[in-house]
């Protein structure tokens, strides 16, 4: 039986639990530069003192334009390297591990922080937002029509993920996380909803899949062998003719062979669609992508530690990862610890062991 505080071994990484955070737009760079600073710092090492085995920051623009909002952090400089580098080495120093997911927004990039007043859809050129670009010229709903991507500008998009990565080794990050999920440019290739090319890059799934497996292997080529990749899906689109859960298997069949070493299986994002949300709801879907022989993580309305290790005992995945509910308890596994008997494993700070959570009997 598989525990929430086993480690985890990817490649040369082992993780100190199955306790990912998962990666959440924070939207605080506000110099719009892309540089994090004391908010990531705060944010990410709450949940390094909290315990969590993997921290995976924020979706972390390969250049400027890929960027969801003017607000969000990059990877595109040394003053970006410099600066994770600092947030990297503290969330070590609590023995977290730290990967970083590498993102391009494609049509959803340029878009005003979902919580700015009297502000919404798409930041106006004259506003400081850009141009963006697509598969196809087919908008969002409620965003700026994107143009469709040239092969330069595909060109463009795999050497910038691979410059990254670079940067992200040189920052100190143990893993990579490449964003294929909720409607962004590596999805939007994937899906035939936002994807209608007639060119190599559309069509079948081997031609919409084509960009995201050129993306990954310009950067397994220059991550290091002994660090692990992982790639973020969304496994469905919630509606008909879009992107399929057997799809998504097929994926994560072909990133397994072009090294990827875990998938983290979300849903949704690409298209306006009716999504039956509820406790655990996308759990089945992390269990169904692990048919195809990788590793998984499931997320998802995840906020009990029963229900955390329910998931692994079931064999729906090896790794759970929690959002909302991290935002809400930065020390969430401490408490989980408590709750499932496994205070042994917690990892608290010296400093707050005098806070520590009291033994909890078993109900008999």
Not at 69 to 90: M, R, Y
Not at 268 to 273: F, I, R, T, W
Request: contains cysteine; proline residues 6%; hydrophobic residues 45%.
């Amino acid at each position: 039986m598989v525990s929430l505080f086993d480690p985890l071994t990817l490649r040369g990484l082992t993780i100190p639990n199955r306790i990912f955070l998962a990666p959440m737009c924070q939207y605080q760079c506000e110099q719009k530069d892309g540089v994090p600073r004391d908010w990531h710092l705060v944010h990410l090492g709450a949940r390094a003192t909290g315990g969590f085995g993997l921290i995976i920051a924020e979706a972390t623009g390969v250049v400027p334009e890929g960027r969801i909002t003017p607000q969000c952090p990059g990877l595109w400089n040394s003053e970006q390297q410099e600066a994770w580098k600092h947030i990297v080495d503290f969330c070590h120093s609590q023995g977290a591990a730290m990967a970083i997911q590498l993102a391009h927004a494609g049509r959803k990039a340029s878009t005003y922080r979902g919580f700015e007043a009297h502000q919404s859809g798409s930041v106006p050129l004259d506003d400081g937002g850009w141009e963006t670009i697509a598969p196809s010229a087919v908008a969002f709903p409620g965003l700026a029509t994107p143009r469709e991507a040239t092969a330069g500008d595909i060109a463009h998009v795999v050497s910038a993920f691979a410059a990254a990565a670079g940067r992200a080794d040189a920052a100190g990050f143990d893993a990579i996380e490449l964003h294929a999920a909720h409607g962004y440019l590596l999805f939007e290739f994937l899906s035939p909803l936002s994807n209608h090319r007639t060119d190599g890059y559309g069509g079948d799934l081997a031609g919409r899949s084509r960009l995201l497996l050129e993306v990954t292997d310009a950067v397994r080529a220059v991550w290091p062998e002994e660090k692990p990749l992982l790639v973020r899906i969304s496994a469905t689109e919630w509606t008909d003719g879009g992107f399929t859960v057997e799809e998504a298997t097929e994926v994560a069949r072909m990133l397994g062979e072009h090294g990827v070493d875990l998938i983290d299986v979300s849903s949704g994002g690409n298209v306006v669609a009716r999504i039956p949300s509820g406790p655990g709801y996308q759990v089945k879907l992390a269990r169904a992508v692990r048919e195809a022989g990788l590793p998984v993580s499931a997320v998802g309305l995840i906020t009990d530690p029963a229900q955390a290790q329910a998931i692994l005992d079931e064999g729906s995945a090896d790794a759970i990862s929690l959002a909302r509910v991290a935002l809400r308890e930065p020390s969430w596994p401490l408490r989980a610890a408590a709750e499932l008997d496994a205070d042994a494993m917690a990892r608290y700070p010296d400093s707050y062991l005098r806070g520590r959570w009291p033994a909890i009997e078993p109900v008999h």
